[in-house]
């Protein structure tokens, strides 16, 4: 079905916001994980999104655009206003975390996926802030370039100029401590062991 005429049959039907949830939430949540460090926070406002959503269906217009586009700028203004609001506070908690994976991946793959999460994770805070907007927006709700554009007010060829130079900088920043120890080379630690 539709998702624009789903949004407008939420309006009147709970089972249609209800299948609205399911197909949008998964999207939505990434986006949020993506622009925030904490999962408490991720969580929070994940599901003040869909309050405001469900508040707000009534004035979604289909003629003024399409409905995923409209979600994700209230996911978007819900987020830079969770931010304002924390600016304003002394204390932020840094938690790190963990999001719910699919069907539990074997030991090594959920080594290796860990690592990969934790290198992701430290590198995100490193990019600037409309770097981390863009590639939530991309990569985390799956958004295409054109809709990113029009969400954003930028043009298509900025966003893609952006999220290039974004993946570059992450792939840089996640890279470097590899790039460190040269393959069959050991380590300085190893051969101080071997000297002794």
Known sequence: MDIDLLAVKACEDRQAFGQLYELLYPRVYNYVRY????????EELASRIFERLLTALSSYDPQHGHFEGWVFAIARNQVTSHYRVQALRTFLPWEWFQHASDPAPQPEEAALLKEAEAALLSALPHLKPQQR????????????????????????NNVAVTLHRAVAALRSKILAPMAKTEPGRPCQKETEHVKE
């Open 35 to 42: 622009r925030c460090e904490d999962l408490a926070s991720a």
């Open 133 to 156: 907007d863009l590639l939530g927006l991309k990569y985390g709700s799956g958004l295409s370039n054109p809709q990113i554009a029009a969400l954003t007010g930028l043009s298509e």
